[in-house]
């Protein structure tokens, strides 16, 4: 799936893009001709990722649960303008469901369905303005399949049930609105499965049609695709890119 060129010219603001799945996307959409703002609160790292990425890119440091930093950081947007969104930014809370207290509850929402919802309704009129609107939002397979994790899972489905909500309400100002929702992904965060947990990260290997993990650019292809002109027609949807892993299930 290559997109060329195609986004010469465009803006892009992707969250949570100094590392791993983030970064691999802010590179792809660079590749594919876009100006990219690389979203993250740790501005060294965001700086480092820059330099990686070139001249296309630079870094906008801000929490996004954080409101007013997240303002600020749009009226940064606002002087270029913004095309496409992506929403990558996304926690997780590995403890059992009787571990969680509300709270806990509380902030995992707050980062992956809140601030995705704020930072649509702030890049919008961006978008009408400039006559050309993607958001994608990164989700998950654990929406798709039962397998406990129930605080992340139940953040992830109302991220696509968001995303379906705002496809239909922005459709007819031509904004599309769609996620992708990854499988296994082999970025520096998820190494650790390999080293703590093999017996683990072998049975999922097992699991998954294609008998490995993606490499983070097999998710960005998909992700710079539904920016792209090509997937004009396309809203409200979740593309599953996991491998073959929900199949078996």
Same mark, same amino acid.
């Given at each position: 799936?290559?997109?060329?060129?195609?986004?010469?010219?465009?803006?892009?603001?992707?969250?949570?893009?100094?590392?791993?799945?983030?970064?691999a996307?802010? /590179?792809?959409?660079?590749?594919?001709?876009?100006?990219?703002?690389?979203g993250?609160?740790?501005?060294?790292?965001?700086?480092?990722?820059?330099?990686?990425?070139?001249?296309?890119?630079?870094p906008?440091?801000?929490?996004?649960?954080?409101?007013?930093?997240?303002?600020?950081?749009?009226?940064?947007?606002?002087?270029?303008?913004?095309?496409?969104?992506?929403?990558?930014?996304?926690?997780r809370?590995?403890? /059992?469901?009787?571990?969680?207290?509300?709270?806990?509850?509380?902030?995992?929402?707050?980062?992956?369905?809140?601030?995705?919802?704020?930072?649509?309704?702030?890049?919008?009129?961006?978008?009408?303005?400039?006559?050309?609107?993607?958001?994608?939002?990164?989700?998950s397979?654990?929406?798709?399949i039962?397998?406990?994790?129930?605080?992340?899972?139940?953040?992830?489905?109302?991220?696509?049930?968001?995303?379906?909500?705002?496809?239909?309400?922005?459709?007819?100002?031509?904004?599309?609105?769609?996620?992708?929702?990854?499988?296994?992904?082999?970025?520096?965060?998820?190494?650790?499965?390999?080293?703590?947990?093999?017996?683990?990260?072998?049975?999922?290997?097992?699991?998954?049609?294609?008998?490995?993990?993606?490499?983070?650019?097999?998710?960005?292809?998909p992700?710079?695709?539904?920016?792209?002109?090509?997937?004009?027609?396309?809203?409200?949807?979740?593309?599953?890119?996991?491998?073959?892993?929900?199949?078996?299930?």
């Open positions: 799936m290559t997109t060329g060129g195609k986004l010469e010219g465009r803006r892009a603001l992707v969250t949570g893009a100094a590392r791993g799945l983030g970064l996307i802010a /590179s792809r959409l660079a590749a594919d001709g876009a100006q990219v703002s690389l993250g609160r740790d501005i060294a790292a965001l700086e480092e990722a820059c330099v990686a990425i070139g001249d296309a890119a630079r906008l440091a801000f929490d996004v649960t954080d409101e007013a930093a997240t303002a600020t950081a749009f009226e940064r947007l606002a002087t270029d303008g913004l095309d496409i969104l992506v929403n990558n930014v996304g926690e809370d590995r403890r /059992s469901f009787e571990e969680i207290e509300r709270e806990d509850m509380a902030r995992l929402m707050d980062s992956n369905l809140v601030a995705p919802f704020d930072l649509a309704r702030r890049a919008v009129p961006l978008m009408r303005a400039s006559g050309y609107g993607r958001i994608v939002n990164i989700t397979i654990a929406s798709h039962a397998r406990g994790d129930a605080s992340y899972t139940a953040s992830k489905a109302a991220l696509d049930g968001l995303t379906r909500a705002l496809a239909a309400e922005l459709g007819q100002v031509g904004i599309t609105v769609n996620a992708v929702a990854p499988g296994f992904v082999l970025t520096e965060r998820n190494e650790e499965w390999f080293t703590d947990g093999p017996e683990i990260a072998d049975h999922l290997v097992r699991r998954t049609s294609l008998g490995r993990w993606a490499a983070p650019e097999e998710i960005a292809g992700v710079a695709f539904l920016a792209s002109p090509e997937a004009s027609y396309i809203t409200g949807h979740t593309l599953i890119v996991d491998g073959g892993y929900v199949t078996h299930f």
